[in-house]
């Protein structure tokens, strides 16, 4: 079983930055692919970035320039550098990976942390 926890969620002004972290624990033997999504009021749950094993990135189209997603396997620990925020970006933000404890690859997902963009 691998637990993903997210933090750094919170109220920024619009123009401002934030950095979502989401550490994963248990038993890990590989880690695949990661991603961050995101879920508004009202809206379907929308990838916003991903990293695939390798290193590979993916964005949506509206965070590229503005969001960078990052991984430590060491720490086994995964990064969302939010900057340049605006309040459409107001979401709870899901952290999701596929991870092995020996067996075939199984997807797992964080509770989710609130990120909420206002003056």
């Known amino acids: 079983q691998v637990q993903l926890v997210e933090s750094g969620g919170g109220l920024v002004q619009p123009g401002g930055s934030l950095r979502l972290s989401c550490a994963a624990s248990?038993?890990?033997?590989?880690?695949?692919?990661m991603g961050w999504y995101r879920q508004a009021p009202g809206k379907q749950r929308e990838l916003v970035a991903g990293?695939?094993?390798?290193?590979?990135?993916t964005y949506a189209d509206s965070v590229k320039g503005r969001f960078t997603i990052s991984r430590d396997n060491v720490k086994r620990t995964m990064y969302l550098q939010m900057n340049s925020l605006v309040p459409e970006d107001t979401a709870v933000y899901y952290c999701?990976?596929?991870?092995?404890?020996?067996?075939?690859?199984?997807?797992?997902w964080g509770q989710g942390t609130q990120v909420t963009v206002s003056s």
């Open positions: 248990g038993v890990i033997l590989t880690i695949y692919d």
């Open positions: 990293m695939s094993r390798g290193g590979g990135t």
């Open positions: 999701n990976g596929d991870f092995s404890s020996g067996g075939r690859p199984t997807t797992y």
